[in-house]
């Protein structure tokens, strides 16, 4: 099972969850996905604009910076 | 005033502190504003101070972007993350939801308490009716998160109008396809506001159930069925105007179809100023260029913005839909209204002077340099826009 993720946004498709409010099972592979298929978050990328991921690491800068985000709050 | 930082591995610790972030209560409590003219009216006894949310809306709005004038900061990049982790922009959003809905029962309270005059009651379902647009763009912003809460909290406040359709439409339907001809709520050049709003309105219901009739479809389920999420926000307009309706008699039906309609023509004004003749270029593919900021009309106004959740910067929004309102950025060169979106409206809904004004605007682009071959334009108005403009389009 492979994932693939959205280069504006950052959301991942995981083939292993599929995407259940769009109608994907999980199991659904990234190739079955219908060629008009738009990212479900954002919807202004398509399939062809997917990135796959080689593991579970997350590749765009956007997604970099939110995961490295260090939380300090300040009153 | 609270302050975030960012421990940067190259640049030490990065600072920001939101400016704005108290002010956005003015995006939160702005929908009760109209309650103001109900109390001016009580107080006076003077209908005509029914009319001053709309005064205060499309005169002194428009003055105080002209005055304050432009925002054009932004959030340094790296603190973006934590903005967007701060509940309190989330709680601002979900605290306008249920305003929208004690307005309108004020709105309704008022009606059918009041001996009001017809003008009188036209002007106060007009009121209703933009209040409750407003509410649709507290839906939009809600609408474009992920978690199931927002979501919800955007089908309810969807409701008050009867625009239950407006998520699936605007995420799917326009953020896809804007700034192409084909888009139902990207406007053309040479396209009038009323021309837009019958192409528009039927256009993005029809593009809704479309859309969630194929993914239904997908599901195994049927139009009719409970997860129709069309249906549901439909369902909780239609309990609470078929209950007030049985409640109060037909006096209020007149009432309910001007506030529903004049909601959706707010939207309908937000669309036709948004991307006036913009147009994403077609690959040799057949398909669109990604969109890019300078396909949207962007806005720095700092009054109006207050009171929108940050809408009028556009361009981003566009670029980047799932980004929150508190994070939005000013970008440098794109397209630029010369006036909030309250000012703009009123150009709008005055063509010639939308014209006058825009025409020009948009053929002087950086991207476009007066080549109408990257301009969405309504087809057959070409010739004209050539002669008209024949100064300022490329030969």
Redesign the interface.
């Given at each position: 099972m492979k994932k693939y993720q959205c280069p504006d946004c950052s959301y991942i498709y995981d083939e292993a969850v599929g995407h259940e409010h769009e109608g994907y099972e999980p199991g659904t592979r990234f190739e079955d996905l219908p060629e008009d298929f738009a990212c479900p978050a954002c919807f202004v990328r398509e399939k062809e604009d997917f990135v796959p991921l080689e593991s579970d690491s997350i590749t765009s800068d956007c997604a970099k910076n939110k995961n490295s985000v260090v939380r300090s709050l300040k009153k | 005033m609270?302050?975030?930082?960012?421990?940067s591995p190259t640049q030490g610790t990065i600072s920001y502190t939101d400016k704005k972030r108290g002010l956005w209560w003015m995006s939160a409590l702005y929908p009760l504003f109209p309650i103001t003219g109900l109390v001016l009216h009580g107080l006076t006894g003077i209908e005509l101070m029914l009319l001053v949310p709309m005064v205060a809306a499309y005169i002194c709005v428009p003055l105080f972007d002209y005055l304050l004038g432009e925002d054009l900061s932004n959030p340094p990049?790296?603190v973006?993350?934590?903005l967007e982790?701060?509940r309190y922009y989330s709680r601002l959003l979900y605290l306008a939801v249920p305003l929208h809905f004690i307005t309108f029962f004020a709105a309704v309270y008022w009606i059918v308490t009041q001996d009001l005059s017809m003008a009188g009651y036209l002007i106060l379902a007009v009121g209703a009716g933009m209040t409750s647009g407003l509410g649709i763009n507290t839906g939009h912003e809600l609408g474009h998160k992920?978690d199931p809460l927002s979501r919800l909290m955007a089908k309810i406040v969807l409701a008050v109008p009867g625009y239950g359709h407006f998520c699936l439409e605007h995420?799917?339907g326009h953020?896809?396809h804007v700034a192409t001809p084909e888009d139902t709520a990207s406007s053309k050049m040479g396209e009038n506001i009323y021309a837009f709003a019958l192409r528009e309105i039927p256009g993005g219901f029809k593009r809704a159930w479309q859309l969630e009739k194929v993914?239904?479809?997908?599901?195994g389920k049927s139009m009719w069925s409970p997860s129709n999420e069309l249906l549901q926000s439909y369902a909780i307009t239609a309990v609470i105007q078929i209950s007030l309706l049985i409640a109060f008699g037909w006096m209020l039906l007149p009432f309910l179809i001007i506030h529903n309609f004049l909601a959706w023509w707010q939207l309908t004004s937000a669309n036709y100023i948004e991307h006036y003749g913009l147009l994403r270029e077609k690959k040799a593919n057949g398909?669109y260029e990604?969109?890019q900021p300078h396909h949207s009309w962007n806005s720095n106004h700092v009054f109006s913005n207050l009171l929108l959740y940050h809408l009028e910067r556009h361009s981003d929004h566009?670029?980047?839909?799932?980004r929150h309102y508190q994070s939005l950025r000013n970008f440098e060169d794109v397209p630029a209204l010369p006036n909030g979106y309250f000012g703009a409206y009123l150009m709008a809904y005055c063509p010639p002077i939308w014209f006058a004004v825009m025409n020009p605007r948009l053929l002087n682009l950086q991207h476009i340099q007066g080549d109408l071959s990257k301009v969405n334009i309504l087809p057959g108005k070409r010739e004209a826009m050539e002669q008209k403009y024949a100064s300022l389009v490329a030969a």
């Open positions: - | 609270k302050t975030v930082t960012f421990d990049e790296e973006v993350a934590q982790q701060d992920t995420n799917a953020h896809r993914r239904l479809q997908r599901k398909s990604r969109c566009h670029a980047h839909p799932t």
